[in-house]
């Protein structure tokens, strides 16, 4: 369901509010490029600073804009698991193709407590789940062991990996069905991973170069319909992955979604605003990325 080009979508605002009129042309921008699924609330969504009515208003719009043009893969994730429940509800409530669900960050938990927190929602919301293991942003790492027990479960279909570790991602592999979806969670590293057998990607970079994201795909015979392993191109893979690798690396610079946002904002898509704690790039950060985006003729 969820294979090739998604966006980690940014939240736009613009006086401290969601700015609808952006974020509405940021998803027709998506859909016109060829991006396969949205993926709104997420981390780059700036999640944990939406208030929860802000949180339920951006998935429903999503939906609403998208108009089964495009899948929806809700950010639902909590380190409350009671919380967690609730959003993927809405989510499921007002459309949404699936919940995307982090590992609970900052309580901790362990292996045994991922398996609790996971099923639950899973017990609770008929809705496909793709996990998110993201360890720089929670200090807890799902293991392969634990994905694959997790992956037994009729409704988790697959995970987004940003662990960094390709060694972590091919024993994913090994040991969970070929039908367990496994998404780049790392722009540098999505090439990479697609020699492994990764089968898409949940990508900050395509916010900034949806198509250029998405003919990655494309040339490899991987769309939201599936994967065709006919006439890949794995040369012509190789040159947007080179071509998007300052760009992968300039949008890191700073935590995200500052970097994305700057970008945005420079490009003329959205205000550079971001809520606190983040706050907008600067300084010699701020040119790096300035220079990448003049150099790809982005602005």
């Not at 496994?182 to 990479?192: C, V």
């Not at 392993?229 to 935590?255: D, G, K, M, S, Y």
Request: overall charge negative.
């Amino acid at each position: 369901m969820f294979y090739g080009s998604g966006v980690a979508l940014v939240t736009p605002f613009k006086n401290e509010k969601i700015d609808e009129a952006a974020l509405t042309q940021l998803i027709e921008e998506q859909i016109a490029a060829g991006t396969d699924f949205l993926v709104p609330c997420g981390t780059t969504g700036e999640s944990p600073t939406l208030s929860h009515e802000e949180h339920n208003w951006v998935i429903e719009h999503c939906v609403k804009i998208a108009q089964g043009r495009i899948k929806v893969l809700a950010g639902a994730g909590s380190n409350s698991t009671a919380e967690a429940i609730r959003l993927a509800k809405h989510a499921q409530q007002v459309g949404a193709d699936g919940s995307l669900q982090i590992t609970p960050y900052y309580n901790k938990p362990t292996q045994a407590g991922l398996i609790a927190h996971f099923e639950a929602i899973h017990n609770a919301v008929d809705l496909p789940m793709v996990l998110y293991n993201v360890p720089g942003r929670t200090s807890v790492n799902l293991l392969p062991d634990t994905v694959a027990q997790l992956a037994k479960l009729p409704n988790i279909i697959g995970i987004k990996e940003a662990s960094g570790s390709l060694d972590q991602i091919s024993q994913i592999i090994e040991t969970c069905s070929k039908d367990f979806v496994l998404l780049s969670g790392e722009d540098s590293l999505t090439f990479p991973m697609l020699s492994l057998g990764v089968k898409g990607s949940i990508s900050v970079t395509a916010n900034v170069v949806p198509q250029l994201c998405a003919q990655m795909f494309q040339s490899l015979g991987i769309s939201h319909q599936g994967i065709k392993t006919e006439n890949q191109n794995w040369e012509r893979a190789r040159e947007i992955h080179f071509a998007l690798a300052e760009l992968n690396r300039v949008l890191f610079i700073a935590t995200n979604p500052i970097p994305v946002k700057s970008a945005l904002a420079m490009m003329g898509k959205i205000k550079d605003e971001l809520r606190l704690p983040l706050v907008s790039l600067k300084g010699e950060a701020r040119q790096s990325l300035e220079k990448t985006l003049k150099a790809m003729k982005l602005i």
